[in-house]
């Protein structure tokens, strides 16, 4: 058996951000419309720091306004929700996210419910869980829209399909569950208290993988063919023992990959693969925000 297809996120993402290019400069010729971004970033952690850097290249190389707003570690629950209801008022953003993980002291919930629903482009809002729910139009979480648009450029129809999701978190489990069963896929969502996991596993056309535990699903867990969709992002010792006892260190997705390309039909890696397709469905909910507070 050849080894799977790999499913390129570089790809995927530039085709995602060369359609939001293209629709923000009609956007702009038509409606005089520019769509708008703001990112909120609370303290100074490293990885946050790179992303949202990211985030706001990318927005603005597709034409639309970027707004940072930078806060100190310290800031007050009170002082972050006064900004974000600020945002929410502020005609030329049409797209809030704030940058998590928050610094401990700061609660998350009540931040993501200060956002204005139509304006949450990470899909967080119960508003937008709850129309996602109900199979109504909503902004839905950019990992799992990023995965599915790879799913059905991959696999074309995906009716009738068995497709197992590992990881319930409302970031990405439950979302693309909900995706999953609305492209009429049968649906199991597995958990840390999922009894034989690795059966469950080999009976899956679809295996999702967003557990958060590096190289956790194995090649054996694969059923042969199967397309598998890495989320996970875990930062392991390197391969190099002199690196390694330097502290250096390699990125890997929860699944095995050497393992399981050698029995899926087509898989994405890590680094390369979904992570790419998060920010590039960032932009597009941006747009897809900012055509709808338009009523266009």
């Not at 009609?26 to 946050?48: C, I, N, Q």
């Not at 005609?91 to 002291?105: K, M, S």
């Not at 700061?106 to 729910?133: F, Q, R, T, Y």
């Not at 392991?236 to 390309?261: H, I, L, N, W, Y």
Request: neutral net charge.
């Amino acid at each position: 058996m050849t080894d799977a297809r790999i499913i390129d996120g570089k790809v995927y993402s530039q085709n995602v951000r060369d359609s939001v290019a293209a629709e923000v400069a009609e956007l702009k010729a038509k409606h005089g419309l520019t769509p708008g971004l703001a990112v909120v970033l609370v303290g100074e952690d490293a990885a946050s720091q790179i992303y949202v850097r990211n985030k706001g290249k990318q927005t603005e190389e597709c034409g639309m306004l970027s707004v940072t707003r930078r806060l100190p570690a310290d800031t007050a629950q009170g002082d972050l929700v006064a900004i974000v209801k600020a945002l929410n008022a502020d005609p030329a953003i049409h797209g809030i996210l704030v940058q998590l993980p928050l610094p401990d002291h700061l609660d998350s919930n009540e931040v993501i419910a200060a956002i204005d629903p139509a304006k949450d482009v990470d899909g967080l809002h119960v508003v937008n869980a709850g129309l996602l729910a109900n199979g109504q139009p909503a902004l839905t979480p950019c990992t799992p829209l990023g995965s599915m648009i790879m799913l059905k450029e991959t696999l074309g129809d995906l009716r009738g399909l068995n497709a197992l999701v590992i990881g319930r978190s409302n970031l990405v489990g439950k979302p693309i569950a909900q995706l999953l069963l609305q492209a009429d896929c049968t649906v199991t969502i597995a958990h840390s208290r999922s009894r034989d996991l690795p059966a469950l596993c080999r009976q899956a056309d679809i295996l999702v993988a967003a557990v958060g535990r590096p190289e956790m699903v194995r090649g054996d867990w694969v059923k042969p063919g199967a397309t598998v969709i890495d989320v996970g992002i875990n930062r392991v010792p390197s391969r190099d023992p002199v690196a390694a006892a330097e502290g250096k260190t390699r990125v890997v997705g929860d699944v095995a990959f050497d393992e399981a390309k050698a029995v899926a039909g087509a898989i994405t890696p890590v680094p390369g693969g979904v992570g790419l397709m998060t920010v590039a469905c960032l932009l597009q909910n941006t747009v897809t925000a900012a055509k709808r507070q338009a009523g266009l």
